[in-house]
């Protein structure tokens, strides 16, 4: 049922406009929580409607999360398949994690709820749409990067809770921050800054130390007659 109420989603231009009026009130009004009647006003399109192309309120927050990962996945996808060493990819994925949630801040907030206050049909959508191929780059990357000696070998579940909770904190704990430590808002200077404080933190934990990844290298290139023992005779 889910997956025909996406699927007719994608080809109306009327559910299309009330995707767009959603993603945008969540991100003015910084919350995830908006009635039927906002989004109505906001799209100028009748609030029964939502039940005809999403079945209900629950069934539209699905179809915003299936627009904006499906865009996050294919960035991915292209990202992988990129002629670059993993160390290069690890950075551009650390900035392209952090400059999702700055464009869809309401990211985090939306999976969590339907992955936990929705049901079960719902949350294993959000696990295939997202959570699943997510981690699925992330765990061959590493697993590229160790074999290519750049890494050292590391949890990618671990790895993943890690880089995604991190990412999404800025992003979720504005209000936190700005009543308890008297920051600001997140502004492009912030979004950049803590791009780099994020590539450093990661690269600086899972990289391998410059001379051990030297000596990985060599250890490949070295003939196999190289390494067998030549010893004297008496």
Same mark, same amino acid.
């Given at each position: 049922?889910?997956?025909?109420?996406?699927?007719?989603?994608?080809?109306?231009?009327?559910?299309?406009?009330?995707?767009?009026?959603?993603?945008?009130?969540?991100?003015?009004?910084?919350?995830?929580?908006?009635?039927?009647?906002?989004?109505?006003?906001?799209?100028?399109?009748?609030?029964?409607?939502?039940?005809?192309?999403?079945?209900?309120?629950?069934?539209?927050?699905?179809?915003?999360?299936?627009?904006?990962?499906?865009?996050?996945?294919?960035?991915?996808?292209?990202?992988?398949?990129?002629?670059?060493?993993?160390?290069?990819?690890?950075?551009?994925?650390?900035?392209?994690?952090?400059?999702?949630?700055?464009?869809?801040?309401?990211?985090?907030?939306?999976?969590?709820?339907?992955?936990?206050?929705?049901?079960?049909?719902?949350?294993?959508? &959000?696990?295939?749409?997202?959570?699943?191929? &997510?981690?699925?780059?992330?765990?061959?990357?590493?697993?590229?990067?160790?074999?290519?000696?750049?890494?050292?070998?590391?949890?990618? &579940?671990?790895?993943?809770?890690?880089?995604?909770?991190?990412?999404?904190?800025?992003?979720?704990?504005?209000? &936190?921050?700005?009543?308890?430590?008297?920051?600001?808002?997140?502004?492009?200077?912030?979004?950049?800054?803590?791009?780099?404080?994020?590539?450093?933190?990661?690269?600086?934990?899972?990289?391998?130390?410059?001379?051990?990844?030297?000596?990985?290298?060599?250890?490949?290139?070295?003939?196999?007659?190289?390494?067998?023992?030549?010893?004297?005779?008496?």
């Amino acid at each position: 049922m889910l997956a025909s109420l996406k699927r007719g989603a994608g080809q109306s231009a009327t559910a299309v406009k009330l995707l767009k009026a959603a993603g945008e009130l969540m991100i003015e009004r910084d919350t995830i929580d908006i009635s039927l009647s906002e989004l109505a006003k906001r799209s100028g399109i009748n609030a029964a409607l939502v039940k005809y192309h999403f079945g209900n309120k629950n069934g539209l927050l699905l179809a915003l999360l299936t627009r904006d990962a499906r865009s996050q996945i294919a960035k991915l996808d292209h990202l992988m398949r990129q002629p670059i060493s993993p160390t290069e990819k690890l950075k551009l994925h650390v900035a392209g994690v952090i400059n999702a949630y700055d464009r869809y801040p309401y990211l985090n907030r939306l999976i969590h709820l339907l992955l936990y206050e929705s049901s079960r049909e719902a949350a294993d959508e &959000v696990g295939n749409l997202f959570v699943k191929p &997510v981690f699925a780059f992330q765990r061959k990357l590493l697993r590229d990067g160790v074999a290519s000696g750049e890494f050292r070998d590391v949890d990618p &579940v671990l790895f993943f809770t890690s880089l995604m909770g991190a990412c999404a904190r800025l992003f979720d704990g504005c209000e &936190v921050m700005s009543r308890a430590l008297g920051i600001g808002g997140v502004t492009d200077d912030v979004r950049r800054r803590y791009v780099q404080h994020m590539t450093e933190l990661i690269c600086g934990g899972i990289l391998q130390p410059a001379r051990s990844r030297k000596g990985s290298r060599t250890a490949k290139r070295r003939p196999a007659s190289a390494t067998r023992s030549t010893g004297r005779k008496a």
